[in-house]
């Protein structure tokens, strides 16, 4: 019977990962994270993120009564009838587009196949080398819980590059995420001055306390396009582990931010260098590439790279203007009305 059960949650595009843990589960009748962890050798927060997922399916619920939670199966007969009548209702409307989908997504074993788990490192350094690659290929935004300010501190290069790439950067945090670090609004200023990053502060927490090696830590996300949820197991200030997935988990992080109360919303204003050029071609209206590096003393491709940033933004225009004996056209910048 298990059999049958299992090959309709493969059916309906679940991952290895969250049918083990039901298996588990329907075995068991319950568990808590930890006993999954150690019977089928995942990570925490692998093992967490899958729980919820499946929670949300309602294949299974939660005992809120009982410390560490315990996860409990639901009559097989109820829960797989409802998650039918919900994927019907859910698709019913777009019954073709859904066929279309499904047969371009079929696998050679007949089934869809969609990659959750991405990767996961004790390995600190790794992780951080994999971050960089990560965000270097972002396109649209990048959204921060609060994280330890080493961290930021680790990956601002690669923030600053996106930042000047275009991309949006959000960073959620509150109060009550740190209990040692007072001032982590003044001290994430200061570590994100070159990037301009949308600061929002909740009333709520922004980070999850889990059980990390028998110790009490915090679990806060790095968000990538909707795409990627890498989740930061650390305490205070250091990080003990990182786990990277691909897939919807991304989205329903960013949705719960959503709904947190917001107390503060701030924007860190562009880099010193950057309003130093706006300034100066304010001050001249129009100004040619030679004298604006003369007044800003900044030059080569520092000066470029700020200017084409500009550019792509949409807040100045560059006229090149051609001159009769030969030599190099020469440049001039205004801003845009």
Same mark, same amino acid.
């Given at each position: 019977?298990?059999?049958k ?6 059916e309906?595009g +679940?991952?290895?990962? !969250? ?62 009838? @409802? ?11 777009d ?12 696998s ?23 971050f ?6 972002t ?5 921060l ?9 680790k ?9 000047m ?9 509150s109060?009550?995420? +740190? ?28 980070? !999850? ?13 790095? &968000? ?12 205070e ?18 949705d719960?931010? @959503? ?12 880099p010193?260098?950057? !309003? ?6 304010k ?17 080569? @491709?520092?000066?470029?790279?700020? &200017? ?6 949409g807040? &100045? ?8 004996? @030969? ?11």
């Amino acid at each position: 019977m298990i059999t049958k059960l299992i090959s309709f949650l493969y059916e309906m595009g +679940f991952s290895d990962v !969250q049918i083990n843990i039901y298996k588990y589960l329907l075995t068991h009748k319950y568990g808590t994270i930890n006993d999954i962890k150690n019977d089928l050798n995942y990570s925490y927060t692998q093992v967490y993120h899958n729980l919820l997922f499946l929670e949300e399916n309602e294949l299974i619920e939660t005992s809120n009564d009982s410390k560490p939670k315990i996860f409990i199966r639901k009559s097989p007969k109820i829960a797989l009838t @409802a998650l039918i009548n919900h994927k019907y209702n859910s698709y019913k409307d777009d019954v073709i587009k859904l066929d279309e989908e499904l047969k371009t997504q079929e696998s050679k074993f007949g089934r869809c196949i969609r990659d959750i788990t991405f990767y996961h490192y004790s390995d600190i350094n790794l992780a951080i080398e994999n971050f960089y690659d990560l965000i270097e290929n972002t396109q649209k935004e990048i959204v921060l819980t609060a994280l330890p300010p080493t961290l930021l501190k680790k990956l601002e290069p690669s923030f600053y590059d996106s930042f000047m790439r275009g991309i949006k950067i959000q960073l959620f945090f509150s109060p009550l995420d +740190f209990e040692i670090i007072s001032n982590y609004l003044e001290i994430i200023t200061d570590i994100l001055k070159r990037v301009r990053v949308e600061i929002i502060q909740t009333e709520q927490r922004t980070c !999850q306390i889990i059980r990390y090696n028998d110790d009490i830590v915090n679990m806060g996300n790095i &968000l990538l396009d909707e795409n990627y949820l890498n989740s930061i197991v650390f305490k205070e200030d250091d990080v003990f582990h990182i786990d990277g997935f691909k897939g919807p988990f991304a989205k329903q992080a960013k949705d719960y931010l @959503a709904v947190l109360t917001v107390t503060k919303r701030l924007e860190i204003e562009y880099p010193e260098p950057i !309003q130093k050029v706006l300034k100066i071609i304010k001050e001249n209206e129009s100004i040619k590439t030679r004298d604006l590096s003369r007044i800003s003393q900044i030059g080569g @491709a520092k000066l470029r790279e700020i &200017l084409n940033f500009l550019i792509h933004q949409g807040i &100045l225009q560059e006229i090149v203007i051609k001159e009769d004996k @030969a030599g190099r056209p020469k440049r001039e910048y205004s801003l845009i009305e």
